[in-house]
Structure formats: structure tokens, C-alpha cells
């Protein structure tokens, strides 16, 4: 599971990718998360580490390829589903 920061910035870069046809420059990283550029490379360097990203050059955000764009299913609890008889259907939404 992605702390909620990196998923931030996962997401804000699926997304800029995605809309804009370009990678965000660090200056408007900052300005869409409202953190430093420390702890935005932190960041960077954990997806890498995770495997969520692929990023050779490190000096240039435009070198950054997503490999997953979205967190992983296998991390994410999954809810319990009980069958507790017909009457559910009726009465669950």
C-alpha cells in the first residue's frame, strides 16, 4: 500500500500525462502538492523503488515512465462478503 503522499503524486503525474500529453515540471509539482522539492524527489524515489515508476535520468521529470498507474489490487484490504441468505439482496445496497 502506497503512503498517501506518493499516491499523490502518482496520481498527479497519471493524470498530467494523461491531459497534457507531458510530464509536470518540479515547480508545478510543488504548486499541486504544496510540498517542497525534497521531499517531492523522496517521493519520485520511492515509486521508483516500488516499481511504480521508471526514471533513468534524474535529473529531467520528462524522463519519468509510469510503469502502474494506479496502486496495486493485491495490496488493498477487500471487503468480507458474507452469504447470509437470500434476504440480503432484498435489503443491502
Same mark, same amino acid.
Given at each position: 500500500?502506497?503512503?498517501?503522499?506518493?499516491? #499523490?503524486?502518482?496520481?498527479?503525474?497519471y493524470?498530467?500525462?494523461?491531459?497534457?500529453?507531458?510530464?509536470?515540471?518540479?515547480?508545478?509539482?510543488?504548486? #499541486?502538492?504544496?510540498?517542497?522539492?525534497?521531499?517531492?524527489s523522496?517521493?519520485?524515489m520511492?515509486? #521508483?523503488?516500488?516499481?511504480?515508476?521508471?526514471?533513468?535520468?534524474q535529473?529531467?521529470?520528462?524522463t519519468?515512465?509510469?510503469?502502474?498507474?494506479?496502486?496495486?489490487?493485491?495490496?488493498?484490504?477487500?471487503?468480507?462478503?458474507?452469504?447470509?441468505?437470500?434476504?440480503?439482496?432484498?435489503?443491502?445496497?
Amino acid at each position: 500500500m502506497l503512503p498517501d503522499f506518493e499516491r #499523490k503524486i502518482l496520481r498527479i503525474l497519471y493524470n498530467y500525462i494523461n491531459q497534457r500529453r507531458r510530464m509536470p515540471t518540479l515547480n508545478e509539482l510543488e504548486t #499541486k502538492t504544496g510540498q517542497d522539492k525534497k521531499r517531492i524527489s523522496e517521493a519520485l524515489m520511492f515509486l #521508483k523503488k516500488d516499481n511504480y515508476i521508471s526514471w533513468d535520468d534524474q535529473s529531467d521529470l520528462n524522463t519519468i515512465i509510469i510503469l502502474e498507474g494506479w496502486e496495486r489490487e493485491s495490496s488493498r484490504p477487500q471487503p468480507q462478503i458474507t452469504d447470509s441468505g437470500s434476504v440480503d439482496y432484498w435489503t443491502r445496497y
